[in-house]
T-cell receptor, first 117, second 117 residues
Framework: NAGVTQTPKFRILKIGQSMTLQCTQDMNHNYMYWYRQDPGMGLKLIYYSVGAGITDKGEVPNGYNVSRSTTEDFPLRLELAAPSQTSVYFC????????????????FGPGTRLTVL | AQTVTQSQPEMSVQEAETVTLSCTYDTSENNYYLFWYKQPPSRQMILVIRQEAYKQQNATENRFSVNFQKAAKSFSLKISDSQLGDTAMYFCAFMKHYGGSQGNLIFGKGTKLSVKP
């Protein structure tokens, strides 16, 4: 799992419901990311974090919130789910520059497939 | 803003033959990284190869190599001796590099590669 665990693997939500996608890493890396992948498309960045207590918006942040209280965990919150949020969600961690494994490689979790009906 | 374009939505190749996937990008940055990621049907994102923009030498990883043309902003992936396990979506990605920090990954839309027996 590339040192990144995501739960749940699948979820179906009704419009207006809320949920939290969990992401945990076991490598103590500062950089973590949330992406969404729509059918036939590449990944788009939702939010990212450069360390505990520090988060920032990516390309498509609307409808989502994140928090980073520890280095290990980076949960993604969906409030008032909408059909447009039907997607596969990936969490990733990133190696610091210069360490073994190569600089700035991102390691991805297995993804969460979310359907909003 | 940076953009990544993959002009081949789908490609196919016979087992043991060679195939080249195209990628072009647009940026005004001078320091950056380029990546190819593989996404098999399992959905897992796997790093295939990485190229630092400051390096003139093309990166090689076993059967995978790139043709990096910085002036033309082109970054193609060559897969030699194609194997059935190479069947996957392939994504080209760009990352800005500044100071001691890293930017975020910008992905293309992907190329679906099918290796036929």
């Amino acid at each position: 799992n590339a040192g990144v665990t995501q739960t749940p693997k699948f979820r179906i939500l009704k419009i207006g419901q809320s949920m939290t996608l969990q992401c945990t890493q076991d490598m103590n890396h500062n950089y973590m990311y949330w992406y969404r992948q729509d059918p036939g498309m590449g990944l788009k960045l939702i939010y990212y974090s450069v360390g505990a207590g520090i988060t920032d918006k990516g390309e498509v942040p609307n409808g989502y919130n994140v928090s980073r209280s520890t280095t290990e965990d980076f949960p993604l919150r969906l409030e008032l789910a909408a059909p447009s949020q039907t997607s596969v969600y990936f969490c990733a961690r990133s190696t610091p520059g210069g360490l073994a494994g190569g600089p700035y490689e991102q390691f991805f979790g297995p993804g969460t497939r979310l359907t909003v009906l | 803003a940076q953009t990544v374009t993959q002009s081949q939505p789908e490609m196919s190749v016979q087992e043991a033959e060679t195939v080249t996937l195209s990628c072009t990008y647009d940026t005004s940055e001078n320091n950056y990284y380029l990546f190819w990621y593989k996404q098999p049907p399992s959905r897992q994102m796997i790093l295939v190869i990485r190229q630092e923009a400051y390096k003139q030498q093309n990166a090689t990883e076993n059967r995978f190599s790139v043709n990096f043309q910085k002036a033309a902003k082109s970054f193609s992936l060559k897969i030699s001796d194609s194997q059935l396990g190479d069947t996957a979506m392939y994504f080209c990605a760009f990352m800005k590099h500044y100071g001691g920090s890293q930017g975020n990954l910008i992905f293309g839309k992907g190329t679906k590669l099918s290796v036929k027996p």
